[in-house]
């Protein structure tokens, strides 16, 4: 990656973030690299309680799915912003995760210096020189440089203050810059058909446990007002409802529903784990006889549930002033 971007975008964090350039990929220490271990699976170590799910090999291939699955959702565009190439000179993702977004976003539009933050190093970003990674937390520190755009995907279950994010990207935000936030509700269903499922429950037990963990897994439900109390106007939101089988006859959400219930068979596990077993104290054989039912609901087409994805797109005029 590119060394001096790097050594930019080290200076506009607080000194206990770290790059993940090959520069500096020796003062991270080693644990951070490593992680730590609960119960067989593997979890980010640098501020370990914040996230619940684990940093291995399974849940990035589940989010290597979604990531294909909001492509799909999206019509194959990465965001909805209407972004103008010749004027996208910095961009912020919040949450880099798997990379996939921001190695993408970044060969999309070669001019703009697109910087990451997350509580996991990445593994593999090398050959995208307008990208660098910083290993922080986006609710304790905040990058001092102004963006043309801010990103951030699938922060549910890791935000402590809706509000003070929102704010810090309103004032993190060039004039005439955009801010998308793409998130996911707890799953649903309209008709019933999943009255009395173990889907059902293990999605109301979820949400609870994550109550109690002082996260919200219904987080996107706040955006709006957070963004309208941070001095955001025209807020724009779009919806869509995402199959989590193959249910539906339509063909796009046919191929949508066999990839959101292939990323859900994989990563089940490692997103109820913590939750569950540690929030909950939910017993050993409970906790799989529970899984074990999701795992049959997940491949019934006689439940209709599906997730909803929430996209809030805004844009600050340079007209609006800030407070």
Request: negative net charge.
């Amino acid at each position: 990656m590119s060394s001096s971007m790097t050594d930019e975008s080290r200076s506009l964090f607080e000194d206990e973030g770290y790059s993940s350039d090959d520069s500096t990929a020796s003062t991270i220490p080693p644990s951070i690299w490593i992680g730590e271990d609960f119960q067989g699976r593997r979890y980010h170590a640098f501020h370990a309680e914040k996230y619940p799910f684990p940093d291995d090999e399974d849940e990035w291939a589940r989010l290597k799915i979604l990531h294909d699955v909001w492509l799909a959702a999206l019509q194959g565009s990465h965001v909805l912003a209407p972004l103008i190439d010749s004027q996208l000179l910095a961009v912020l993702d919040i949450g880099f995760g798997t990379g996939d977004w921001a190695i993408n976003f970044a060969q999309q539009y070669p001019n703009a210096l697109v910087t990451g933050i997350d509580l996991s190093p990445p593994r593999f970003i090398w050959g995208t020189p307008n990208l660098d990674i910083v290993i922080s937390d986006f609710d304790d520190r905040w990058p001092r440089q102004k963006y043309d755009f801010i990103h951030s995907r699938m922060l549910a279950g890791s935000i402590r203050d809706v509000d003070d994010l929102v704010r810090n990207c309103f004032h993190g935000l060039n004039p005439d810059g955009f801010i998308e936030m793409q998130d996911t509700l707890p799953f649903a269903c309209d008709d019933g058909s999943w009255t009395g499922s173990s889907l059902e429950d293990w999605n109301s037990l979820m949400q609870s446990a994550a109550r109690q963990r002082g996260t919200d897994l219904a987080i996107a439900l706040r955006y709006e007002s957070a963004m309208k109390s941070a001095g955001f106007q025209d807020v724009s939101l779009h919806i869509r409802k995402l199959p989590v089988n193959t249910w539906p006859k339509d063909s796009a959400f046919h191929w949508i529903g066999k990839r959101l219930k292939r990323s859900m068979l994989i990563g089940l596990s490692g997103m109820s784990l913590k939750l569950l077993r540690q929030e909950l104290n939910m017993r050993e054989d409970e906790y799989q006889v529970l899984l074990a039912g999701v795992r049959k609901d997940l491949c019934d087409h006689k439940i209709h549930a599906y997730l909803p994805m929430f996209v809030q797109l805004l844009n600050i005029c340079k007209s609006l002033t800030r407070s």
